[in-house]
């Protein structure tokens, strides 16, 4: 922002480093706090995520998956900055509830799982709506679960010190 002249404009890092990144003393949010409710969202819009792929290219109403999907993540988004007094197992039901009542065609679709950049996986416009234009060749897209993205690196970390691959910062 400061090469660009945007200077006098906040930047605010979210990481889980104790080194102080674009440290903005007006933000303040504890690492637990944080660390919590980003657990909560990512389990939340991984499954979410999963019932919509596996709704949507069977779907006999074209968008009412999308439809139901994004009501689905903007409960959850109300749930969890505390606007919507419900829990996440509740909220969960009631998705997998929904989902189930979409009118849906039979047979078997096949699948093709979508791996690579995170962000290329989860932005249209990045991957140039291939998932989209997969879906309408009636294929099923899956893509992996944002949780195993963050947690792979602690099951790296743990693996490379058993493997004395990396040293431990004990």
């Known amino acids: ?11 605010v890092t979210v990481h889980f480093s104790d080194e102080k990144l674009n440290y903005q003393p007006g933000f303040q949010i504890s690492k637990k706090k944080l660390a919590r409710l980003g657990l909560l969202g990512a389990l939340l819009s991984d499954s979410i995520m999963q ?4 709704t949507e290219v069977r779907e006999k109403k074209k968008g009412s998956t999308q439809k139901l999907t994004e009501r689905c993540l903007d409960r ?12 996440h197992l509740a909220l969960l039901r009631e998705a997998v509830d929904e989902f189930n009542r979409i009118e849906t065609h039979d047979g078997d ?4 799982g979508f791996v690579g950049e995170i962000y290329v996986k989860y932005n249209p416009f990045a991957n140039f709506r291939m998932c989209d234009w997969l879906k309408d060749k009636g294929i099923e897209v899956v893509i992996p679960p944002m949780v195993d993205f963050f947690t792979q690196g602690l099951i790296n970390t743990r693996e490379n010190h058993k493997a004395n ?5 004990k």
């Open 1 to 11: 922002l400061l090469s660009a002249g945007f200077g006098d404009i906040p930047a």
């Open 51 to 54: 019932f919509h792929q596996a």
């Open 76 to 87: 959850m988004s109300k749930m969890i900055t505390g606007e919507l007094k419900t829990t």
């Open 109 to 112: 679709y096949p699948a093709v």
């Open 165 to 169: 691959m990396q040293r431990s910062n």
